[in-house]
Each structure stands twice: as structure tokens, then as C-alpha cells.
């Protein structure tokens, strides 16, 4: 992949439809940094990722820079900011709001855990959602429609860390609909209107799939998982 800046020597191990990978690559967009994408398979990992993130049992996104790695998508947003000092920030300078930040970029992952106690069920979307699952998935998504209140992006004018944590969650969005019975545009307006307004960034538009594709996607996961009906 081509970017602003050449021969950083980064590689990311990576899955194009993992969120958390993701959020790597739309960071690197966004700081004009070139890097090499190794695609993975998660049925039949590499021994390079294995060897990579042990702890976590190869799990991706791995940044490998200059052969070193960098595991887990919040850490390795932090680490670009650290490593290339001289490209645009993610977080903000600010000690109280780089926490703010910190915080608000470790909720915004609820949305995908909630998300799939909707549609990881084996009655489907035909069925009535689980009360407790929708109840919890809606409370997420109007905090966090609470939270960016009426500001552009979640850090104020900028597209920054939060944003960067929680847009890949965004073209799910279509998903938690069908399966949780409820409108986004109706529940959570603003971060509706947020969603809009970060897929036509090209550094989201070219890194994550469109609302649809994760739709069918899903469905295809939870043929998978839990075999025919």
C-alpha cells in the first residue's frame, strides 16, 4: 500500500474483514504511512502471527515494525502516534482528554460484543431479539450517541482517536438493525449522521466493507457457525 511516507518498514498482519484490523488500517490512512498488508487465515494461522501474539493465541491485528511486533488495534493506534511523531495525532495533546479518548475508544468495541449476542443466535432474525441483548446493544449505541453529542466527530472538528476506534463498528450498524428491530436514525441520530459523515473519508471508505456486504457477511458467519436451521 502505497502512503505519504516510504520505507517506515511496517507490516500488518491482517484480516480485511476484522474491525480491530480495521481500525489499524484506516490510522494508517489517516497518517499517510506506507505499509505492507500480509492477509491471514485464521483457520490455518501463519507461524509468523503465532510467533507474534502468543499471548493472545495469533490473534490479528499484528504491526510488525522493523520485524518488532505491536499487538492488539488500541495499542498499535497508540504506538503510530509514538513511532511517528512527525504525521498527524490521533489523540489530542491534552492529558485529560487523551484519557477521555483512551476511554471512550475501549467502549465503542461494547457495540461489537453486544452486536453479536443479536445476530449469533440460532432462531435468527425471523425471530423476536432476545429482550436483555437489544436492551443492552441500544444502551451502547445511545451513550455513545450521548456521548459525540452534537459535535462532528467524537473528538470536535478532527476525525481523531474515538472516531478511528469505532467507525469500523459503524457499517454494522445495518446489521444490529435487522437483528435488534430498531432504527438507528430513530434511536441514535447523531451518531447515525456520524457514520454517514466518516464513510466518505477515502481512508474509511477503502478499509472497511460496505453496511450491506457486513450484512451478508454475517449471514454467511452464522451459517457457518451454527450449521443449517
Known amino acids: 500500500m502505497a502512503g505519504a511516507e516510504s520505507g517506515s518498514d511496517l507490516v500488518l498482519l491482517d484480516v480485511f474483514a476484522s474491525p480491530y484490523a480495521q481500525r489499524v488500517r484506516i490510522a494508517l490512512a489517516e497518517k499517510g504511512l506506507a505499509y505492507e498488508s500480509t492477509e491471514e487465515d485464521l483457520a490455518a494461522k501463519s507461524d509468523l502471527l ?7 493465541g495469533g490473534k490479528v491485528p499484528v504491526l510488525l515494525h522493523a520485524g518488532r511486533p505491536v499487538c492488539e488495534s488500541l495499542v498499535i ?3 503510530l502516534d509514538d513511532a511517528f511523531p512527525a504525521t498527524p495525532p490521533l489523540l489530542p ?9 483512551r476511554f471512550w475508544a475501549e467502549y465503542a468495541g461494547r457495540a461489537h460484543l ?11 432474525e425471523e425471530a423476536e431479539p432476545e429482550p436483555e441483548a437489544r436492551a443492552e446493544m441500544l444502551a451502547v449505541l445511545r451513550t455513545l450517541d450521548a456521548e ?8 470536535g472538528e ?27 436514525a430513530e434511536e441514535c441520530p447523531g451518531l447515525a449522521a456520524w457514520a454517514a459523515r466518516c464513510a466518505r473519508r477515502d481512508s ?13 457477511r454475517v449471514l454467511e458467519y452464522r451459517q457457518w457457525v451454527l450449521g443449517p436451521k
Not at 503465532?50 to 493472545?56: D, F, I, K
Not at 495533546?93 to 479518548?101: F, K, N
Not at 453486544?114 to 435468527?124: T, V
Not at 459525540?148 to 473528538?155: A, V
Open 50 to 56: 503465532r510467533r507474534s501474539n502468543p499471548a493472545h
Open 77 to 79: 493506534l497508540e504506538y
Open 93 to 101: 495533546t491534552d492529558p485529560y482528554a487523551r484519557a477521555q479518548a
Open 114 to 124: 453486544c452486536g453479536k449476542r443479536l445476530w449469533l443466535r440460532r432462531d435468527g
Open 148 to 155: 459525540l453529542g452534537g459535535r462532528e466527530f467524537f473528538g
Open 158 to 184: 478532527a476525525f481523531g482517536f474515538v472516531d478511528v476506534a469505532a467507525v469500523p463498528f459503524a457499517s454494522w450498524f445495518l446489521t444490529y438493525e435487522r437483528h435488534g428491530r430498531f432504527a438507528m
Open 204 to 216: 474509511v471508505a477503502a478499509n472497511v466493507y460496505p453496511p450491506e456486504k457486513v450484512y451478508q
